[in-house]
């Protein structure tokens, strides 16, 4: 059995990003507080992701993970201090914040998964979207992850070349 099979069905939620770490989030989103007692940005699974990936819709890229290191707004516009993993500051946040202001209204469903080579996957979404995930490096370290947050389900994660 595919461990991504349990996305099959749910819906994408929410998007993420911690520096390089984007973290996608499908199904009902989980009621709770953290720390500072502000409601946290979790839902029923988390798909966290430390390789190369992109999201398509209707083939064309949307936004990728490499978009992070060009500035918001103009991408031919460098500007002095640009700290790509300041939240909002990059393309990618800028792209994923748009592609999720236009979906979440009726947020799009996963209707299934493509496994591919060496780790690599691709979610199919309703609606023409697709979530596409690609490690990018040969060596021996997490690439993605799914899991369960707040749970004591183990944790599906692929190192290297394989899955953990």
């Known amino acids: 059995m595919n461990v991504l099979e349990p996305l099959v069905g749910l819906p994408l939620v929410d ?3 911690a520096a390089d770490l984007q ?3 499908f199904g009902a989103r989980r009621p709770a507080v953290d720390r ?13 992701i430390h390789c190369a990936w992109r999201i398509l819709e209707a083939g064309a890229i949307t936004a990728a993970s490499r978009d992070r290191y060009v500035p ?3 991408p ?10 300041r939240p909002g500051a990059n393309l990618c946040d800028e792209r994923v914040a748009a592609f999720l202001s236009r979906q979440m209204e009726d947020p799009p469903v996963v209707l299934g998964i493509e496994p591919r080579e060496a780790g690599a996957f ?3 979404f309703e609606r023409g979207i697709a979530l596409e995930i690609f490690p990018d490096d040969s060596r021996a370290i997490e690439h993605w992850r799914l899991f369960r947050p ?3 389900d183990p944790h599906a994660v692929f190192v290297g070349t394989a899955l953990e």
């Not at 031919?76 to 993993?85: K, L, R, V």
Request: charged share 30%.
């Open 15 to 17: 998007c993420t990003r």
């Open 23 to 25: 973290g996608f989030h």
């Open 36 to 48: 500072r007692g502000h409601p946290p940005r979790i839902a029923e699974y988390a798909l966290h």
């Open 72 to 74: 918001a707004g103009d």
């Open 76 to 85: 031919e516009d460098d500007p002095p201090g640009f700290e790509w993993d």
């Open 122 to 124: 691709a979610v199919r």
């Open 150 to 152: 707040g749970s004591d």
